[in-house]
């Protein structure tokens, strides 16, 4: 892999927060604790499934050179998961936990989202070479197999919240796109899912 294409990826990954700034701080939105919450959370969802999606497109199309983006790009969804929470837990709890217990057993999209962050959590934390020694390859990978969970929870918590208006157009592309990615995890389990067998370097 080229030297500029991480910088250049991390870079680029940047750019969804510096639109939101830009969008409440310039694009003057009615409701900006609304519009951010909305956008944090679409972005970490985005980053979580482009993160699932590398290791089946490296496999289908033989581009190594991507692999070592994936650890980044899953950092980023934590990233963003993390921000839409801190906004949600200041804008509109106040830091009450008490609050945060009742909307969460009030609203199951509230659950599911708090349930996908929390497994995210120590995903994020054993993410470095250290932990990975440390923990040891095999229970490494098991715990990192939990990112398919939270994808899930994500998408549930997208789905129910946007139940609530009654516009699940949009979550249902995600739901669409994660059941490709766990098809095409089962598939490669079994070694039916399509594969080169030679990788392209860049």
């Avoid at 008490?98 to 054993?126: D, K, N």
């Avoid at 929870?153 to 669409?176: C, D, Q, R």
Wanted: proline share 4%; glycine share 6%.
């Amino acid at each position: 892999m080229q030297r500029w294409v991480k910088p250049f990826v991390f870079v680029l990954c940047l750019l969804p927060l510096v639109q939101i700034t830009y969008g409440v701080t310039i694009g003057f939105k009615v409701n900006p604790v609304e519009y951010v919450l909305r956008e944090l959370g679409g972005w970490a969802l985005k980053f979580l499934l482009i993160t699932l999606a590398v290791t089946p497109l490296r496999k289908f199309t033989g581009w190594a050179w991507i692999m070592p983006l994936r650890r980044m790009l899953g950092l980023y969804a934590f990233f963003y998961a993390l921000l839409h929470l801190l906004v949600f837990f200041s804008a509109d709890l106040a830091f009450s936990l008490s609050a945060l217990w009742r909307e969460a057993l009030r609203h199951p999209y509230i659950t599911a989202g708090l349930a996908s962050f929390f497994i995210l959590l120590p995903l994020a934390v054993t993410s470095t070479d250290k932990m990975i020694k440390r923990l040891g390859g095999v229970r490494w990978r098991k715990l990192h197999r939990l990112v398919y969970a939270a994808a899930i929870l994500g998408v549930l918590h997208f789905y129910w919240m946007k139940a609530s208006k009654a516009n699940v157009t949009e979550p249902l592309i995600y739901a669409a796109i994660l059941a490709a990615l766990l098809l095409y995890r089962l598939a490669d389990s079994y070694g039916f899912a399509p594969r080169l067998t030679r990788s392209r370097r860049g």
